[in-house]
């Protein structure tokens, strides 16, 4: 865990194969104002020498790093999405606001064609990982994800030791689409709650059609938890690095928004 700044802390949760810093590299900017803190989750990064199982350890310590900061805004990416939304159901009068990053929670977006395919290529992948080595597994998702097998290699070809690293720890991860996410607590919950994708442009993704699957995730839980979605027309999956001004603005708008009691 690293920490930036003081003020009003702001927790930023990343996602499978990465770590804080690489998660969230423009988010410091942000230490102008508030106190940052980038969570490298266990198996990652900095924690990269703890077990992790992902999801049921995870959403446990950043409910207990709320516990110890008192009241938070939290932002999440991809995997880390999933873990924010788990986190603010456990500890709701802790969170100042909650943002979420393309949460690949599937499952919630059971009927939409794009998501329950999307899902049923994943689940194996997780089911099968106890037995695959961190290379096997990084291709499989990939593969499950779509990429090609010429952007497979290109992946692969560039990872160092922390990326590997990260790799065998997202391996060690649940499914997040097992995770029991409590959407009625969320909705009741009365701090802003974001969620946020990208509009995955065909000349950026690659290929046309490319997250529909992360369109319907927000569309349904959008819904279901009274959430306002923000798309970034100019990114894929990350557009707090492609599209990092627009998007820190906008975290400054909504954490302006809800400050912390006297």
Same mark, same amino acid.
């Given at each position: 865990?690293?920490?930036?700044?003081?003020?009003?802390?702001?927790?930023?949760?990343?996602?499978?194969?990465?770590?804080?810093?690489?998660?969230?590299?423009?988010?410091?900017?942000?230490?102008?104002?508030?106190?940052?803190?980038?969570?490298?989750?266990?198996?990652?990064?900095?924690?990269?020498?703890?077990?992790?199982?992902?999801?049921?350890?995870?959403?446990?310590?950043?409910?207990?790093?709320?516990?110890?900061?008192?009241?938070?805004?939290?932002?999440?990416? +991809?995997?880390?999405?999933?873990?924010?939304?788990?986190?603010?159901?456990?500890?709701?009068?802790?969170?100042?606001?909650?943002?979420?990053?393309?949460?690949?929670?599937?499952?919630?977006?059971?009927?939409?064609?794009?998501?329950?395919?999307?899902?049923?290529?994943?689940?194996?992948?997780?089911?099968?990982?106890?037995?695959?080595?961190?290379?096997?597994?990084?291709?499989?998702?990939?593969?499950?994800?779509?990429?090609?097998?010429?952007?497979?290699?290109?992946?692969?070809?560039?990872?160092?030791?922390?990326?590997?690293?990260?790799?065998?720890?997202?391996?060690?991860?649940?499914?997040?689409?097992?995770?029991?996410?409590?959407?009625?607590?969320?909705?009741?919950?009365?701090?802003?709650?974001?969620?946020?994708?990208?509009?995955?442009?065909?000349?950026?993704?690659?290929?046309?059609?490319?997250?529909?699957?992360?369109?319907?995730?927000?569309?349904?839980?959008?819904?279901?938890?009274?959430?306002?979605?923000?798309?970034?027309?100019?990114?894929?999956?990350?557009?707090?690095?492609?599209?990092?001004?627009?998007?820190?603005?906008?975290?400054?708008?909504?954490?302006? +928004?809800?400050?912390?009691?006297?």
């Amino acid at each position: 865990m690293e920490t930036f700044g003081v003020g009003v802390p702001a927790v930023l949760v990343h996602g499978s194969f990465g770590w804080g810093a690489e998660t969230f590299p423009e988010q410091q900017a942000l230490a102008d104002e508030y106190q940052i803190i980038l969570v490298d989750r266990r198996g990652f990064g900095g924690s990269k020498s703890e077990h992790s199982d992902g999801w049921p350890t995870d959403m446990c310590d950043i409910a207990r790093l709320l516990d110890d900061l008192g009241p938070a805004h939290l932002v999440g990416q +991809s995997y880390g999405a999933g873990v924010v939304l788990l986190a603010a159901a456990l500890r709701p009068k802790q969170v100042l606001s909650l943002t979420a990053i393309e949460p690949p929670v599937f499952d919630l977006a059971r009927g939409d064609p794009d998501a329950d395919a999307t899902a049923a290529a994943l689940r194996p992948v997780f089911d099968r990982a106890p037995n695959m080595s961190r290379e096997q597994f990084f291709t499989e998702w990939a593969r499950a994800r779509g990429m090609s097998e010429e952007r497979i290699a290109e992946r692969t070809a560039s990872f160092g030791p922390e990326e590997w690293a990260a790799a065998e720890g997202s391996r060690q991860e649940r499914y997040l689409g097992d995770a029991p996410i409590d959407l009625e607590a969320l909705r009741a919950a009365a701090f802003p709650k974001v969620l946020v994708r990208g509009s995955w442009p065909s000349e950026l993704a690659g290929r046309d059609g490319a997250g529909r699957d992360y369109a319907a995730i927000c569309e349904a839980l959008a819904d279901q938890v009274n959430a306002k979605i923000v798309v970034f027309e100019r990114s894929c999956h990350n557009p707090q690095i492609e599209e990092h001004q627009a998007f820190n603005r906008l975290l400054r708008t909504v954490w302006s +928004s809800r400050e912390p009691p006297e």
